[in-house]
């Protein structure tokens, strides 16, 4: 069996960072991938996030169909409560399966939304937020991770998660815990490729997919040392240290994409995105306390407050359950992820919500009283647009999913916790997601130094089931990126279209709705008393 | 045919076990161990664990009920026996044994 299409997902890539680092030599195989082949601006899902991207992309479909908006998703439309999400949530077929339906193997390796590993033929290894002391049952088939721990560098504890280090991603750390960060990253990608390595000498499958995700936990953290634009302010030798182990984690990168491509041979058609771009937050907007000094949330005196701007609220998911006082609160943001607002509706479990007939008039109060935000320290509007959930995700999640979607001006994450003012400058820039990720594809017919228009993330399915030679099934709603491809190449290979819809029974909005209220209140408490939120 | 509670006591601290290998963890698992104090599982491991036990015995689960009876307690920590007795219980209440 032989490779047909290499696909190396980098989360977060993009070319405002990519560019610079190939043109000083330090990705030559990038760059050498670049040249023989095709580019494209590659345009996130609304919120450009990691679990709706990537699912978007794995399914050719929007969040509104796969109902994945997060990494949290509410349980029922009455619920406050939020559930982790795993692969059994997402609502449609994936790539991966449709691929098998059309006789193609496919290899699965540290994708979100992966666990429980899906039974496709060939090959998957979790990612996301996958603890590594069950990496095994992350692993299909069964008898996968046992041969994984066979290898003579396999080290599961660097290789799958960890809750503390996500956090330090986000809220940032201490000087000289960065380049211990950086190193960590580079090992973690090296057991990946000693993953990768080892299927695909052993037992090559046609569909081959690595995601490297660390190229985002970097990005964020340490954004300031990897942006050619603040180069010039890193003046102390230690930040002149951490940019060369940025250096050379990105150099890591492109040395594994070099050496899996020539295990998967020259005809296997290669393909490299991300699911967002990144690029600087200036500031912090914190939202639930906007909401607080508005009128529409109040807090309880349980409620945990920001001692400096890099304050997100990561360590505060779920905690909106209890740092507010439902009898006064009608909106409020339960996660800093994916800057959402969910607005409380009356019904019978909350007696204090918001009327039927009252919500549109409070709905677009609260839009218009978001998008009058000003920065006071420069004067700019903190929030550029705000979309409601008819706009983003009609369809059957829609009554799950967050009421208002923000995108902040400077594209940064919300911060759901208390604080004394609304927004805050960040005493230095961090990264965070961008709406303009990356596409780029060399081989198997794609001409050489083709760049085209900036393209949708939706479009990555189509293109990923085309180089496996799958047909295209009528329900995805991106399009095959034919300019990539020369004509004679495309009269040789048309692409197949199929009338094909998703197949496989899938997770609906019925299937959560089981537990009352009151039951979900008692879980919180479950899970404060063992530890998982405060 | 009934189901067996020994039987699913086994499937239960199997996985444990099988797990706890994967990280040289040396200590017998038996019902009173405990997952979190003993084992040195994170919460999250426990939000994980729940699903692979629906995948294993292929029985969707009322794991929030399950947290909800546990979280009327003082004690911040879980045995592997609650488990096995919450996962025989619902799979009494399903009335099939996926063993």
């Not at chain 1, 990705?27 to 699912?55: D, H, K, N, Q, Y």
């Not at chain 1, 102390?236 to 594994?256: H, K, N, Q």
């Not at chain 1, 800057?339 to 909350?350: F, K, M, Y």
Request: contains cysteine.
């Amino acid at each position: 069996m032989t490779v047909k299409c290499l696909f190396i997902g980098l989360d977060g890539a993009t070319f405002d960072v990519l560019d610079p680092l190939m043109a000083r030599g330090a990705m030559p195989f990038l760059a050498s991938v670049v040249e023989r082949g095709g580019r494209a601006p590659l345009r996130s899902t609304i919120p450009a996030l990691t679990p709706p991207a990537w699912t978007t992309l794995m399914t050719g479909r929007a969040p509104a169909a796969h109902g994945i908006f997060d990494f949290f998703r509410r349980e029922s439309k009455e619920s406050l409560q939020f559930s982790f999400l795993t692969s059994r949530d997402i609502g449609v077929e994936t790539i991966w399966q449709r691929a098998n339906r059309a006789g193609q193997r496919v290899t699965v390796l540290n994708f979100p939304l992966t666990f429980p590993a899906p039974p496709v033929d060939g090959y998957v290894v979790a990612g996301g937020w996958m603890p590594w002391r069950q990496l095994r049952s992350g692993c299909h088939p069964k008898t996968l991770y046992d041969e994984l721990k066979r290898l003579p560098d396999f080290n599961p504890r660097t290789l799958a998660m960890d809750m503390s280090h996500e956090e330090k991603a986000l809220e940032g750390c201490e000087q000289e815990d960065y380049e211990p960060w950086v190193a960590l990253h580079i090992e973690r990608e090296r057991q990946w490729h000693g993953v990768a390595r080892h299927l695909m000498t052993t037992d090559p499958t046609e569909m081959f997919a690595l995601l490297m995700d660390g190229v985002d936990k970097l990005q964020h953290l340490c954004w300031r040392f990897i942006d050619p634009a603040m180069a010039d302010q890193l003046t102390e030798p230690w930040e002149a240290r951490v940019r060369d182990r940025c250096l050379d984690y990105f150099r890591t990168v492109d040395e594994i994409i070099a050496d899996l491509a020539g295990l998967a041979g020259e005809e296997a058609m290669i393909v490299i995105a991300s699911d967002h771009g990144f690029g600087p937050q200036v500031r912090t907007f914190f939202v639930n306390q906007w909401l607080a000094e508005a009128g529409y949330l109040a807090w309880t005196d349980k409620r945990q407050s920001a001692t400096e701007a890099t304050t997100l609220g990561i360590a505060s998911l779920a905690k909106h359950t209890f740092q507010m006082d439902w009898t006064r609160t009608v909106a409020y943001a339960p996660m800093p992820s994916g800057n959402g607002i969910h607005l409380v509706r009356q019904d019978e479990a909350h007696p204090h919500g918001i009327p039927a007939e009252a919500l549109a008039a409070v709905r677009q109060r609260i839009i218009e009283g978001l998008l009058a935000v000003r920065d006071p320290h420069t004067g700019e509007a903190v929030v550029d647009r705000v979309w409601t959930r008819a706009q983003l995700f009609a369809g059957p999640w829609e009554q799950i999913a967050p009421d208002l979607t923000l995108e902040l001006s400077d594209g940064g994450l919300i911060s759901i916790v208390a604080a004394d003012a609304v927004v805050m400058p960040r005493p230095q820039p961090t990264g965070t997601h961008a709406p303009l990720g990356v596409l780029i594809a060399a081989g198997a017919g794609v001409q050489e130094g083709v760049t085209l228009p900036e393209k949708q993330i939706v479009d990555s399915a189509s293109l990923l089931l085309y180089a496996v030679d799958a047909p295209i099934p009528a329900d995805l709603e991106g399009e095959l990126p034919t300019h990539l491809f020369s004509a004679a190449w495309l009269e040789r290979n048309p692409p197949q279209q199929s009338d094909e819809v998703g197949v496989q029974p899938v997770a609906t909005v019925e299937k959560e709705a089981l537990f009352t209220e009151e039951e979900q209140s008692e879980m919180l408490r479950h899970l404060q008393a063992l530890g998982y939120v405060e | 045919m009934g189901i067996e509670r020994d039987a699913v006591r086994d499937d239960v601290l199997g996985l444990l076990k099988q797990l706890a290998d994967d990280w040289e963890y040396d200590e017998p698992i038996t019902e009173a161990t405990g997952l979190l104090n003993d084992m040195a599982m994170e919460s999250l491991d426990l939000v994980v664990f729940a699903t692979s036990l629906q995948e294993h015995f292929q029985q969707e689960m009322a794991f929030t009920e399950f947290l909800t009876e546990l979280g009327q307690r003082a004690e911040t920590d879980t045995t592997a026996g609650e488990w096995v007795d919450f996962v025989y219980h619902e799979l009494q209440r399903a009335g099939q044994a996926a063993l």
